[in-house]
């Protein structure tokens, strides 16, 4: 099981000082449409993605109950997150839906096996809660969309799991109401900026904290949302279905 370590209120204040210097450097930085701001960096993304996440990724599998057949993975990209689920669950079958064709072809190569599906769609509008599966995982998508797509999102997720299934996410959390409203300010004023048209998914993280997370989890329908682990903005959470 991981250990969690969250930031003393020194380090926090720190934190945002640095935040403020970060997003202030961004202001004039080109806004990227979604799938093509991954498509662009294929090369490195599981290098960058192992360095920040790479003891997360292997503790994913101790966090999911016993006997797991099916799991529904949104925003999969090239499937870090299921070496240690297979290796653990020997009958897991997986649906992994994302937006980026690359990263999908890249996941088959990872894992060329019929156990894993994969889906290239906008997980928002592809109807997966037609399905029943056993859990529903993302890592590391969700911070890039706003609170109405969230809830959209969960609401989604929660009518694709079972009674008694759940819900696993690892993501960034905002630490403080301050971090979300500026980063949410950040996000509106670079998407009014931006040539991309109004439905385009960008590439601007806009994390919700623990609060609002959790608000928008029991408010799609499941029953308890658990904090499992935090390393400072890297949360983990676990929302169940009764």
């Not at 109401?177 to 980063?183: F, K, M, N, R, V």
Request: proline residues 4%; hydrophobic residues 35%; charged residues 25%.
């Amino acid at each position: 099981m991981l250990v969690s370590k969250t930031r003393t209120p020194e380090e926090q204040a720190a934190y945002l000082v640095e935040l403020r210097s970060w997003l202030e450097g961004e202001r004039d930085t080109p806004v990227e449409e979604m799938s093509s701001f991954f498509a662009h960096r294929l090369d490195q993304y599981e290098g960058v993605h192992l360095a920040h996440w790479a003891a997360e990724y292997e503790a994913l599998a101790d966090y999911l109950p016993d006997g797991l057949s099916t799991l529904l993975d949104i925003g999969c990209g090239t499937g870090l997150e299921l070496a240690s689920l297979l290796r653990r669950f020997s009958d897991l079958r997986v649906t992994g839906i994302d937006l980026s064709a690359p990263m999908l072809e890249k996941l088959r190569q990872n894992y060329p096996s019929s156990r894993v599906e994969t889906i290239c769609a906008d997980y928002f509008s592809y109807p997966f809660e037609g399905r029943q599966y056993d859990a529903a995982l993302s890592f590391e998508t969700l911070h890039h969309f706003p609170y109405q797509k969230k809830r959209e999102i969960y609401r989604k997720l929660y009518r694709a799991v079972h009674s008694g299934g759940c819900y696993l996410e690892c993501d960034y959390l905002a630490c403080c109401q301050e971090e979300e409203d500026l980063c949410l300010a950040e996000y509106h004023r670079r998407r009014q900026a931006s040539d991309l048209p109004e439905g385009a998914f960008v590439h601007i993280d806009i994390p919700l904290t623990l609060a609002h997370q959790t608000e928008l989890l029991t408010e799609a329908g499941f029953a308890r949302v658990e904090l499992l682990y935090q390393n400072e903005g890297t949360a983990l959470l676990r929302a169940e279905r009764e």
